[in-house]
Nanobody, 126 residues
Framework: QIQLVESGGGLVQAGGSLRLSCVAS????????VAWFRQVPGKERELVAA????????READSVKGRFTISRDNAKNTVYLQMNSLKPEDTAVYYC???????????????????WGKGTLVTVSS
């Protein structure tokens, strides 16, 4: 069993930056692919970015490509999401999730994740 705890959310003005962290505990983390998702009320949870277990392969949604960067430090059991040039439409609750199946990250989606954090709220003001 893995527990995931997100942090780093908050209120920021458009054009600003935030760095989210996802810290894992309870089990070996460095064999799991990890993804960040986000959700706004009334909409489906969507994948923002994903990273393979070793960190050599990453994937970002088209809506954040060039602005968001996912990375990980397995020695610290932590995955990061660096968010730059934030826009009001980035406002959402951001969730960290881990997958233990070993599937390629291009196939990850909401239904394939095994562990979820409780989320951290990001609010971008215009």
């Amino acid at each position: 069993q893995i527990q995931l705890v997100e942090s780093g959310g908050g209120l920021v003005q458009a054009g600003g930056s935030l760095r989210l962290s996802c810290v894992a505990s309870g089990h070996t983390f460095n064999t799991h692919a990890v993804a960040w998702f986000r959700q706004v009320p009334g909409k489906e949870r969507e994948l923002v970015a994903a990273i393979s277990w070793a960190g050599e392969d990453t994937r970002e949604a088209d809506s954040v490509k060039g602005r968001f960067t996912i990375s990980r430090d397995n020695a610290k059991n932590t995955v990061y999401l660096q968010m730059n040039s934030l826009k009001p439409e980035d406002t959402a609750v951001y969730y960290c999730a881990a997958d233990s199946s070993g599937v390629l990250i291009k196939f990850l989606d909401v239904s394939s994740m095994d562990y979820w954090g409780k989320g951290t709220l990001v609010t971008v003001s215009s």
